[in-house]
């Protein structure tokens, strides 16, 4: 799978490992409070209701991925590229600049001069 790096530089695989890692310990952390929160309410709550585990929490939270959260992306992600196709070139380099000044910096191999005050990569974002 190719990721969004723009160079294979070891300190952007490195950030690239890092940012991976981050999302699958939140969604493991999720997992867990899922379970505790069901297994905690749910037995107290609903007659018959029994509690559950870990894998199952994680089912539960793709169930309701799927159910609540699915397809408005698809929508989105289709306006957005009906966005871009209206787009004038002029217009799309624009946007591209933009998002290269806001996102570029995460895997450059000069992040040193960007640490730097008063350097103009520098942002204070």
Known sequence: MKTNCSNDTPACKSRCFKIALLIVTGIAALGLLVMLLWNWLMPELFVGARQIGYFQALGI??????????????GRWKERRQHWES???EEREQLKGHFKSR???????DKAEDKTVGSPTHHGE
Do not use: Y
């Open 87 to 89: 787009m004038t070139p």
């Open 61 to 74: 939270l793709l169930l309701s991925k799927i159910l609540f959260g699915g397809c408005h992306a698809h």
């Open 103 to 109: 996102w570029g910096h995460w895997c450059r191999s």
